[in-house]
């Protein structure tokens, strides 16, 4: 075998820096967005740069009722500016879930182009469809975000 020693001119990108954050649990119960506590900020250092979100956690969702179906929304904020997500039941749905709850992982990832060198916020909102819903973010490992500013 030999070693790659470089790419050629125009293949790939380069990663320029790396922040992260984690969060603790977040309980969300509300219809409209409440912030998850994923959340970080970047400053890129060119206005074409690119920057990739990655995104992970686990949701513990309960439901308190006799729905036959209960969903959940996410919605990726740049700032305050919507860039993934938005509704209230745009990310997870559960069918015959009556009075019963679930764990499940969360890995979202998301690459974003926001043409500016200022720093720059990204957070991640959740949402329940319907009263009696209930969703706990970061549940036990706690969440995390990475961002990641791709030349």
């Known amino acids: 075998l030999s ?5 050629p001119a125009g293949v790939g990108g380069k990663v320029l820096q790396v922040v992260t954050a984690t969060s603790g649990g977040v309980s969300v119960t509300s219809q409209t967005d409440v912030t998850t506590g994923i959340t970080a900020s970047i400053t890129p ?17 309960t439901s308190y009722g006799a729905r036959s179906s209960d969903y959940c929304g996410v919605n990726l904020k740049r700032n305050t500016t919507s860039i993934l997500g938005g509704g209230n039941n745009d990310f997870c749905s ?3 879930l009556s009075n019963h709850g679930f764990n499940f992982p969360v890995a979202i990832s998301y690459v974003d182009s926001p043409s ?32 990641m500013e791709i030349a």
Do not use: H, M, P, Q
């Open 45 to 61: 250092s060119s206005t074409s740069s690119k920057i990739l979100i990655s995104i992970t956690s686990v949701i513990a969702y």
């Open 94 to 96: 559960v069918w015959e």
């Open 3 to 7: 070693a790659v020693t470089g790419l």
């Open 116 to 147: 500016t060198t200022s720093s720059t916020s990204y957070t991640l909102f959740s949402r329940v469809e319907t009263s009696g819903e209930s969703a706990y973010w970061n549940n036990g490992i706690g969440g995390r975000i990475t961002l």
